[in-house]
């Protein structure tokens, strides 16, 4: 490609008055791309050394002849002398420092979950099988006491699979079974295998079991329908598909 531009210029210069208007800049280019030869094959280096005296001639008569050019000058302009900017004059205005950055405020950490609350109450997991959701229903509801209020420790509370479909004849996820004789949490099995996430199932009938009530401020007591279940419209339970 360098190759193709020398050449177009030597021929420009080889045409004489055509270069009339050249400024002395962009013989000064040439002159430069002429130097740069060396990058170029031998055969165009050759042309080179060959035009070098007729781009002499070429630049004397551009100089001395007054004739307008024949032909429009090389669509390439010659490149306009940047303007060297004078030294920089010292800036009047001092732009202020940047504000530093706050500090981060130190983040404590939430007070241990691991500790029981004083009036912990007891739960018994029935079925095994129930043990790590059943704890997990405890975890979500230690932020809000601040402590673990309940402890699986194998009395009190049954949690266990209760008959939910039979008893209510609809596959409602769980159940708080109060009765004169006891109370129990239960898990519908039918919904066992369906159900993704069971934690919040299990802190809202944990919720019933201290006392609270469908839709009061207490956490848990509203319930969206976890994955695989949905609220029935008729009495706002959630059961499984
Ligand atoms: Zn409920």
Same mark, same amino acid.
């Given at each position: 490609?360098?190759?193709?531009?020398?050449?177009?210029?030597?021929?420009?210069?080889?045409?004489?008055?055509?270069l009339?208007k050249l400024s002395a800049r962009w013989c000064c280019v040439l002159v430069a791309m002429?130097l740069?030869?060396?990058?170029?094959?031998?055969?165009?280096? =050759?042309? =080179?050394?060959?035009?070098?005296?007729?781009? *002499?001639?070429?630049l004397?008569?551009a100089a001395?002849?007054?004739?307008?050019?024949?032909?429009?000058v090389p669509?390439r302009p010659p490149t306009p002398l940047p303007a060297r900017p004078s030294p920089p004059?010292?800036?009047?205005?001092?732009?202020?420092?940047?504000?530093?950055?706050?500090? !981060?405020?130190?983040?404590?950490?939430?007070?241990?979950?691991? =500790?029981? $609350?004083?009036?912990? !109450?007891?739960?018994?997991?029935?079925?095994?099988?129930?043990?790590?959701?059943?704890?997990?229903?405890?975890?979500?509801?230690?932020?809000?006491?601040? $402590?673990?209020?309940?402890?699986?420790?194998?009395?009190?509370?049954?949690?266990?699979?209760?008959?939910?479909?039979?008893?209510? *004849?609809?596959?409602?996820?769980?159940?708080?079974?109060?009765?004169?004789?006891?109370?129990?949490?239960?898990? *519908?099995?039918?919904?066992?295998?369906?159900?993704?996430?069971?934690?919040?199932?299990?802190?809202?009938?944990?919720?019933?079991?201290?006392?609270?009530?469908?839709?009061?401020?207490?956490?848990?007591?509203?319930?969206?329908?976890?994955? =695989?279940?949905?609220?029935?419209?008729?009495?706002?339970?959630?059961? $499984?598909?």
């Open positions: 490609m360098a190759g193709e531009i020398f050449d177009q210029d030597t021929v420009s210069v080889r045409q004489g008055g055509a009339r002429l740069a030869a060396p990058l170029l094959s031998a055969k165009a280096v =050759g042309e =080179g050394g060959a035009a070098q005296p007729s781009l *002499n001639s070429g004397l008569k001395a002849s007054p004739f307008p050019s024949p032909r429009p669509s004059v010292p800036r009047a205005t001092v732009t202020p420092a940047p504000p530093p950055p706050a500090p !981060l405020t130190a983040v404590q950490p939430p007070a241990a979950p691991s =500790g029981f $609350c004083a009036d912990a !109450l007891s739960i018994h997991v029935v079925d095994a099988a129930l043990m790590g959701v059943v704890q997990a229903g405890v975890d979500l509801l230690t932020p809000y006491f601040g $402590c673990q209020r309940f402890r699986i420790d194998g009395t009190g509370l049954p949690v266990k699979f209760g008959p939910v479909t039979p008893l209510l *004849n609809a596959r409602v996820l769980g159940y708080a079974h109060s009765t004169p004789e006891s109370y129990e949490i239960w898990i *519908n099995p039918d919904c066992w295998g369906v159900v993704g996430d069971w934690s919040g199932v299990v802190a809202h009938e944990l919720g019933h079991y201290l006392g609270w009530q469908h839709g009061d401020d207490h956490p848990y007591m509203w319930l969206a329908p976890p994955p =695989g279940s949905y609220a029935q419209p008729s009495d706002l339970a959630i059961v $499984c598909y």
